[in-house]
């Protein structure tokens, strides 16, 4: 049972980290750039962003961080 309180602790820390980015993000109106790629919608009143190209450049920034804390451990 330790081991589950420790895994739901370091969830909560993480995510508390990302709300308070999320927040910080938001009161200072800062925004992801548009990459190509990405897919924007717009009709009337409604608006839709698949950010698909920033998706795809989170993925490959992600697995290199991983791949190297990996490759740094072993």
């Given at each position: 049972?330790t ?14 980290l990302?709300g ?6 938001g ?5 992801f ?6 897919i924007v919608?717009e ?8 950010p698909l190209?920033?998706s795809?450049?989170l993925?490959?920034f ?13």
């Amino acid at each position: 049972m330790t081991a589950i309180g420790k895994l739901l602790i370091g969830a909560g820390f993480f995510l508390l980290l990302i709300g308070a980015l999320l927040w910080i993000v938001g009161e200072t109106g800062w925004s992801f750039p548009r990459l190509p790629g990405d897919i924007v919608v717009e009709r009337g009143n409604m608006k839709i962003f698949i950010p698909l190209g920033t998706s795809l450049l989170l993925s490959l920034f992600l697995t290199l961080a991983f791949y190297l804390i990996h490759r740094l451990r072993s």
